[in-house]
């Protein structure tokens, strides 16, 4: 019981001597342990751009250099900079005792995370995220990543935080894109509008989050089609 005073933990469990902060970069795709901090990604030397671009969204240096990945996936946070990214690179979890898609982690499965694996796929990503000041946390993040076969695009992902409890992929959006060309921004963003069920808050109405999210999410996908793959 609370009874109005801070709470205090029976027992912490220090992860550090776990020897999880390391970045691995194979021909598999890239490994990263689950106390990585978001700026050892930045400072990575192999990590692809995608990811790094990712990392940095995280608001400040600062935050950067105590954050670490799996904090950030059990926090969850709707609004968290790595993990649509992540969903869009169908980066797997490593626990104790088994491997999932991120996905499924975040609906709700838990255990001591041991690291996060990004496979090499070749993939083209597009992402971008939008804050009230550079000082603040996103208000509504994007990520895209897609595979291009001439003008057609073939299994779109697209992860979007700020609209839900917490990040989701918009599976509906991602079939509807899948095996056709683009379409016009316009159309783009009405079917990503209408894809998404944001609530009102202190960051913004629930109309506004939901016109950031549709050409957010726009972008990232028009992005990942004029860039090459870099995945
Ligand atoms: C001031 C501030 C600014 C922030 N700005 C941003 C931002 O700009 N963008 C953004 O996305 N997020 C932001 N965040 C949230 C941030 O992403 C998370 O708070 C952070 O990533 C959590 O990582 P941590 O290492 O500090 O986790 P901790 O706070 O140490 O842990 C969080 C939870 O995860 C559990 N945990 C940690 N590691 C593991 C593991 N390996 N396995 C299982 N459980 C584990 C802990 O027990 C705890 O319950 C901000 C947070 C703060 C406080």
């Given at each position: 019981m609370n009874n109005g005073r801070t709470e205090r933990p029976q027992a912490l469990i220090d992860l550090a001597a776990l020897g999880l902060d390391t970045v691995e970069i194979s021909a598999k795709g890239v490994s990263i342990g689950a106390g990585v901090t978001f700026q050892q990604i930045v400072e990575h030397?192999?990590?692809p751009g995608y990811l790094r671009t990712a990392a940095l969204q995280m608001v400040n240096r600062n935050i950067r250099n105590r954050a670490t990945v799996g904090g950030h996936l059990v926090v969850?946070?709707?609004?968290?900079?790595l993990i649509p990214t992540l969903l869009a690179a169908e980066a797997r979890v490593s626990l104790v005792d088994r491997e999932l898609p991120l996905e499924q982690l975040l609906s709700g499965e838990s255990g001591l995370i041991l690291g996060v694996l990004i496979p090499a796929t070749g993939r083209s990503f597009g992402l971008c995220n939008h804050t009230r000041t550079s000082a603040d946390i996103s208000i509504v993040a994007a990520a895209a990543s897609l595979d291009l076969e001439g003008d057609c695009v073939r299994r779109p992902i697209l992860a979007v935080g700020g609209v839900a409890r917490q990040v989701v992929r918009l599976h509906g959006v991602e079939q509807a894109l899948d095996?056709?060309?683009?379409?016009?921004q316009g159309e783009l963003e009405s079917i990503i509008a209408q894809a998404v069920h944001p609530i009102d808050d202190h960051r913004g109405s629930a109309a506004f989050k939901r016109h950031v999210a549709s050409v957010l999410g726009g972008r990232a996908l028009l992005d990942a089609v004029r860039r090459p793959a870099i995945g």
């Open positions: 030397p192999d990590v969850n946070r709707s609004c968290a900079d095996g056709r060309p683009l379409p016009a």
